[in-house]
């Protein structure tokens, strides 16, 4: 599952989410924002983060696009 994909499908803790993913990445919620709709790819370091957090892998979240 993508990363917006999943942040998506959360329930009612998602604004929670985004704002302590944008806290452990030091970003602000509108990255946090523009890398669940795709605009934007967050850093490898950022994403490594994210997917820790979440407890899913790098590929799973962000896979490479052809």
């Known amino acids: 599952m993508v990363f917006g994909d999943y942040m998506n499908s959360l ?6 989410t985004i704002k302590k993913i944008a806290e452990l990445t030091c970003s602000s919620t509108v990255s946090v924002y523009r890398w669940m709709s795709g605009d934007i790819e967050p850093p490898l370091l ?4 994210i997917a820790d957090y979440i407890g899913k892998s790098v590929d799973e979240l ?4 052809n």
């Open 62 to 65: 962000f896979p490479k696009q």
């Open 46 to 49: 950022k994403k490594k983060i």
């Open 11 to 16: 329930p009612n803790v998602k604004l929670d």
